[in-house]
């Protein structure tokens, strides 16, 4: 079943793998205490390129809505639950290098009862006038570590297993070609 918030390019960069087209993955982290160089509420930007990557926000982001963000270049990675029946649905986040570009931002929101979010977005190298995937997929962090070197967090992911997949139901009145004619 396709993924109704990948736009038409990141699709087709999925399914086809040109080695001419790169993805750019990025990471908002955003909490209320978190604040930009000028000193007004911001978020954390950062990017697994190899540089500093900027992007445009779509429209309706949150935070600076529709403006070019510069993603810092910061080494992270998610490490998926198993998909099992009995598996947890979490996903683990480590952000590398924290000491320098993230440890003030996140101990600025220690002690806060409000939790930290993380919102995903791919971009295209090609195409940085917006992400990817629309809306980027938001997850609430728990059960954050921090030391110099390393961040680690769980985020849950809202997979509802009880629910029928695919949750439309096809029937031969609405699809009638389904059926031998």
């Known amino acids: 079943m396709p993924d109704p918030t990948l736009k038409e390019a990141m699709a087709e960069a999925y399914a086809m793998a040109p080695t001419d ?3 750019i993955s990025t990471l908002e ?9 000028d000193g007004l509420p911001d978020s954390a930007w950062v990017t697994t390129d190899e540089a ?3 992007g445009t926000l779509e429209i ?4 600076r809505p529709g403006q070019t963000v510069t993603f810092r270049s910061l080494a992270f990675r998610f490490l998926l639950a ?3 029946p009995t598996a947890r649905t979490e996903l683990q ?3 590398d290098n924290v000491s320098g ?3 003030e931002q996140l101990d600025r929101a220690q002690g806060d009862a409000r939790k930290v979010q993380i919102a995903y977005r791919p971009y295209l190298a090609s195409d940085p006038s917006e992400p990817q995937m629309i809306p980027p997929p938001t997850y609430d962090l728990s059960n954050v570590k921090m030391n110099p070197v ?3 967090a769980t985020a849950r992911v809202d997979i509802e297993f009880d629910r029928a997949f695919p949750s439309r139901v096809y029937t031969a009145r609405e699809f009638p070609w389904l059926i031998g004619a």
């Open 21 to 23: 087209e790169v993805l």
């Open 29 to 37: 982290l955003r909490h209320p205490a978190f604040l930009g160089e």
């Open 52 to 54: 500093d990557f900027e």
């Open 60 to 63: 309706d982001a949150p935070v």
């Open 82 to 84: 198993p998909i099992e």
């Open 93 to 95: 986040i480590e952000i």
């Open 101 to 103: 570009l993230l440890m």
């Open 150 to 152: 390393t961040s680690r």
